[in-house]
């Protein structure tokens, strides 16, 4: 059968020549082809620029890409967590808030939300997630795609462009784009692997894989591949000291003798969080000689348990008829997610031509269990359904690509039409889930007299008034220009405009870019870009009450946090407006280096302002703000948060990718890769507070020093990744090392400001090739054992916060595991 390589964004079949470079590169050819081109250090791309792929070195923007083979080594969990360790300006937090940011994996580009990136999966737009990003530190309010939803199987390589790209892919693509191309070559594989910490021998992790590829006739493909994951309790708690009492004194006020035999480890959730998850996919195309038709989907799903905080029996809300030992919350978020694409392309007229349709949606339910609504008294049920969050998104889109002869050189032409169809529910939880009980604390029982908080503990159920259902249509047309007048010269450019039907209106952004080649050896190239982000359904819409941990007057005390729907009356009385969109403009320049056959450097300098970005407000509590809630029906015991556009932002940084093969002869093949990311990011501009937060007071400010210190402290400010991967004949040893900057996290005391200071952190994995089909592997993700800094505030009475949920690499420590593989 002979192969035909296409670029998934243009449809543009490649000469028989590229299609045996791709193979060689992307690991699709037969093994002596791989070894007669073992002096092909290329990657072929098609992220970035319509036409024929380029290869890295050759794009003009910057872009890395990431073979499965790569990922596979990382031995991460997901898509997102290889990303972590293999983009030098990828970060993703293990654990950047509590709610449902402990179950989405978000990542940020270039120190931007993960939002602000658009993800691609062969080369169309994949929905979001229905979970918002709330009460987190980093990223608070995103919605991305989950890229977790995708079977690691299923993926053949990822492009990451790290360059504004929203006039040539739309809405988002402010820090760049994440594509995802599908496998379509025959052939497959099923791994299993196991793992578990160093340290305390908890956090086991079961991961098994597969994948198959086979052809129909001579002019097809289909291939399947799912993936299931594991995932359970890590914790690093400590026992509370004996001094801390758990149960309510006796009469007399003597201690309770149950004190002396309680279990002191009273937090069980200060860690990685149990998650189980399947995902399926396919990725089908068939040529039926004018034009081949595609198709592919995934559909997963995931169930996350979010245990809370203890409630000790020491609390009015542990009722001792029900909890007379304390209890613990227990959150589970069951996910359905499925994407379904479906699309013909060919050529007509010397135009090579894509039209396809894409529907993707997901789908999360939430019951909160082992709780209780103590406002009901002893009879309040123990289980409640919190509610449900949907969101979908329907993509239908034309693109059209040619090449022109034009004054010697090449003019590539394209343009493209899309329309995109978007909804979002927020549905209500059963009525005993959030419902205002009269229960009071009855004469002889520890907190006689007294009213305890109403709604379900931890998690309060959707209620009515939060409950929504909302949608909007977009349109879209781009075209692009990308000109090669000589072997050295590139010059792009590209404008589109999208039309929203709701607040967010219209724009027009634009790109231009160019490359251009002293030599073999050196270029330079850059990028000017503007960009937009239209606010989400979910953050104009969402709207749900949680409890989590914030620092007052040096303390982590435990608060009831309402997020409030923009358009809600109690979100207007504390100064709310509707949302508008993000703009941005971008700046880019960078060098690309090989002055030696078999050394790749580049270097990129970028600057992105971002004009009106979505960010949450301060948490607003106190008396003037329990009043307004309360004659809007809601609890005065809540303190408010609502999505505004708060701030403007500099983001100014530099990434250095470079490459080197070393050929050792009858030892085999010695690949390094080194990596580094600087990256700063400033506050250029705040809105004042809005007249009704203002008129409440002088400590009530709209945007505190804690929320701005999240964005321009609380993440790395530089990374360096060093890698090594030796292979010789059945045996393949990859040894990586990353170094995550310094960070500080700011409170709006500066007393209570903390900074963490670098850390090295290494991987080691070796694989044998047992046989010709089975390959065993074992390896560590941080070898060392390596924890952050602890940072001095700890909570006493739980055990827990002795270190930050901002820790670029998590606070659990080290991990062992091992995987067997089966090639077929």
Excluded: C
Excluded at 448 to 475: H, I, K, L, M, Y
Aim: glycine share 10%; hydrophobic share 35%.
């Amino acid at each position: 059968m002979n192969y035909r390589y296409t670029d998934r964004s243009s449809g543009l079949s490649l000469s028989w020549k590229a299609a045996l470079l791709a193979a060689s590169v992307l690991g699709t050819a037969s093994p002596a082809l791989a070894q007669d081109k073992t002096d092909v250090v290329e990657e072929l791309v098609v992220t970035g620029q319509r036409g024929a792929p380029r290869t890295v070195i050759d794009s003009p923007t910057p872009i890395d890409v990431l073979s499965a083979a790569e990922m596979d080594r990382s031995g991460k969990a997901g898509a997102f967590q290889a990303l972590q360790t293999l983009v030098p300006s990828f970060n993703l937090p293990a654990r950047a808030g509590g709610g449902t940011s402990t179950v989405i994996a978000t990542g940020g580009l270039r120190g931007l939300n993960p939002d602000q990136t658009l993800v691609l999966v062969n080369g169309k737009r994949r929905h979001k997630t229905s979970l918002i990003n709330s009460v987190s530190s980093l990223y608070n309010g995103s919605v991305p795609a989950d890229l977790d939803m995708i079977p690691t199987s299923a993926i053949s390589r990822i492009e990451v462009l790290r360059d504004g790209a929203a006039a040539q892919y739309g809405s988002d693509a402010i820090a760049g784009v994440i594509n995802i191309m599908l496998r379509d070559t025959p052939g497959g594989f099923v791994t299993a692997s196991y793992g578990q910490n160093f340290d305390r021998d908890d956090g086991e992790l079961f991961q098994t894989t597969g994948t198959y590829g086979f052809e129909i006739g001579d002019q097809g493909h289909l291939n399947v591949s799912a993936t299931y994951k594991d995932q359970k309790l890590s914790n690093r708690a400590l026992k509370v000291d004996p001094s801390v009492r758990i149960y309510p004194p006796l009469a007399g006020g003597a201690p309770d003798p149950r004190e002396a035999t309680v279990d002191r480890l009273v937090t069980r959730n200060y860690g990685v969080l149990p998650q189980m998850g399947l995902n399926l996919a396919y990725n089908f195309g068939y040529d039926t000689g004018g034009a081949e038709i595609y198709s592919f989907g995934t559909v997963g799903r995931r169930t996350s348990d979010l245990p809370f905080t203890f409630r000790a029996p020491n609390s009015v809300n542990a009722l001792p008829q029900l909890y007379p030992e304390g209890f613990r919350p227990n959150l589970v978020i069951d996910e359905e997610d499925f994407e379904l694409a479906v699309g013909a392309r060919g050529e007509i007229g010397g135009w090579s031509w894509d039209l396809s349709t894409v529907y993707g949606q997901n789908r999360a339910e939430e019951n909160v269990s082992e709780t209780l609504n103590a406002s009901l008294g002893p009879t309040s049920p123990t289980h409640f359904y919190v509610g449900a969050l949907e969101s979908g998104e329907w993509v239908n889109s034309l693109d059209v690509t040619r090449a022109f002869t034009v004054g010697g050189g090449e003019l590539q032409v394209s343009w493209g039409l899309q329309h995109r169809y978007e909804t979002y529910d927020v549905e209500a939880g059963e009525p005993l889930s959030y419902a205002a009980g009269n229960y009071v604390i009855p004469a002889g029982q520890p907190f006689a007299g007294q009213r305890p908080a109403t709604g379900a503990q931890a998690a309060p159920g959707f209620q009515p008034s939060d409950a929504s259902s909302s949608s909007r249509s977009n349109v879209a047309a781009y075209t692009e220009l990308g000109y090669t007048p000589n072997e050295k010269l590139f010059v792009g450019a590209a404008l589109r405009y999208e039309n929203y039907d709701d607040e967010s209106g219209d724009t027009l952004v634009g790109k231009a870019n160019g490359r251009y080649e002293f030599n073999d050896w050196l270029a330079v190239r850059a990028a000017a870009s503007t960009g937009f982000r239209a606010p989400g359904l979910a953050q104009q819409n969402y709207a749900a009450s949680s409890s989590q941990f914030r620092l007052v007057g040096g303390v982590l005390e435990l608060l009831q946090i309402k997020t409030l729907r923009v358009a809600s009356p109690e979100a207007i009385a504390l100064g709310a407006e509707p949302l508008e969109p993000e703009t941005s403009t971008n700046y880019s320049f960078g060098v690309t280096l090989q002055p030696l056959p078999a050394l790749n450097v580049t270097i990129d300098a970028y600057q992105i302002d971002v004009d009106g970005r979505i960010a949450i407000t301060s948490t607003l509590t106190g008396t003037a703000v329990s009043n307004i809630l309360i004659a809007n029906g809601l609890p005065g015991a809540l303190s408010a948060q609502y999505y505004t556009n708060a701030i403007d932002t500099r983001t100014q940084g530099v990434d250095i990718v470079g490459t080197y093969r070393t050929d050792l002869g009858d030892w085999g093949q010695l690949r390094w890769n080194f990596g580094y990311n600087y990256n700063k990011t400033e506050i250029t501009g705040v809105i004042p507070n809005p007249p009704e937060l203002a008129a409440l007071g002088p400590n009530f400010v709209l945007f505190d020093r804690l929320s701005r210190g999240n964005l321009t402290e609380a993440l790395p400010k530089d990374k360096i990744t060093l890698g090594a991967n030796w292979q010789w004949e059945r045996l393949n040893v990859n040894l990586r090392g990353t170094r995550y900057g310094e960070f500080t996290v700011l409170q709006n005391a500066p007393a209570n400001d903390r900074s963490y200071g670098a850390k090295w952190v290494t991987d080691l994995e070796v694989t044998v090739k047992a046989t010709d089909q089975i390959s065993v592997s074992v390896g560590a993700n941080n070898l060392f054992n390596v924890y952050p800094d602890a940072n001095g505030i700890y909570n006493a009475t739980i055990g827990s916060g002795q270190y930050s949920g901002l820790s670029p690499f998590g606070f659990t420590g080290g991990s062992y595991y091992a995987r067997l593989q089966w090639d077929f």
